[in-house]
DNA sequence: TGATTTTGACAAGAAGAAATGTCAAAATCA
DNA sequence: TGATTTTGACATTTCTTCTTGTCAAAATCA
């Protein structure tokens, strides 16, 4: 299979030909990984995926272990950095935090293989792995908390950080995702974007978190 | 090794013998799987650790994925159990919600190996064990559900039933929980009890659920 | 006691995968 | 063109595991 790969290894540099086969692994072991998950696949079926063949593999990672380490954290960066986008050009006229919801759920709903890798397959793997789940769900707080500071302004900051508000915050938009892509995407977006928008709008007529802060939450 | 089990099977029922045996066989499924993962436990150390050989297992088990979802099974279960306990004798001084999130905190922190089955080996598995997580989560957010209208008498059932707040809130207190094991059960106990009490009552105070209804959450 | 059931130890087949190694063909370079 | 590098196919080795099967010893029953 894939016979028919064009191999000019005197065009490109030797250095640049590793990082596309590499990222041909990670696009691989994603789809893998997304589909058959982590145990259900072989570094084999990985690499005829890929177009290549197992040498090209242990060139780049370790093991297959490390290819699923590689591939959550690029998606992890990959979804930081795009929120980090929407949260920075405040430029869209959508409200910042709603921004951000819908690029969560538009994410998961338009590649469930991302889904997958993010919620299911990343985790109880082993410990490096739980290692780099650690430090994904950490940037993902972070980014919850950057839209907190944003979407409330005037909120204290140094209480986001102290608070365990903003994990409990990453865990709710977390399960319900994930329950989401358990229920295989239903209610439809829109309908999970309405509600998210409505309770949104409750929680500020309210005043819930500066009602929070302000009434001295420590004292 | 386990060479002195009693073995007695005129007094003791040949059914119950086999209900005993497989009793066994799920201690050890969460003494392997809890502490060595799923994917890092055969079917045979398993046997080791129950003191009983391949045979039996497949007696009671159909397969080590099979061992796993029975073992997870049992272990929502009796969480489940242990909070409509405390739901309905609601005889404790402690406020029920308090003590619901105090039954979590001190059952994962007693024996981390159930976190560690709870939260981390089920997922990502198999289908068969993806549907045992998703009825898992299910009982997990009714059992929220009815925390929720303890707490807040004179909530719409209704509204708590149809929109996303209780999945939401029980992914806070999941995540919260998995980051508290994840980081070794720090800090300590009492901190993540008092810290939940203040963001408790401080709701309370911020009347924000009732608040939420009462406002016409859906006009 | 002698027969029978239950049990534990272990063999063994079947299967699959991880990771490394070999080698010739294809592509490229000089 | 001829030499060299890169590449793909595949063999191989070494494991590991699941799962079934065999068989004698221990416990029990009559």
Redesign the interface.
Known sequence: MARDVKRKYGGIGAGRRVSERRAKLLAAGLQAFGTK???GSSVKEICGLAGLTERYFYESFANKEDLLRCVYHGLVEDLVQSAEQILKSGGSREDPAMALVRLFFETLRDDPRIA?VL????????PAI?AAY?EG?RKMIQVVKETVATAFPGMDEQFLER???T??????????L??WV?EGFSPPLET?LD??A??LE??R????LT??IH?G??D
């Open positions: 998950g982590f145990a997958r919620y299911f397959e990343v985790l109880g793997v082993s739980d650690r769900t608070s365990i508000i994990t409990g915050l990453a865990g709710a938009v977390n399960l319900i994930m329950r358990l999970m509600e998210a409505l309770l409750k929680v007529r309210a005043g819930f009602r929070i009434d939450f420590r």
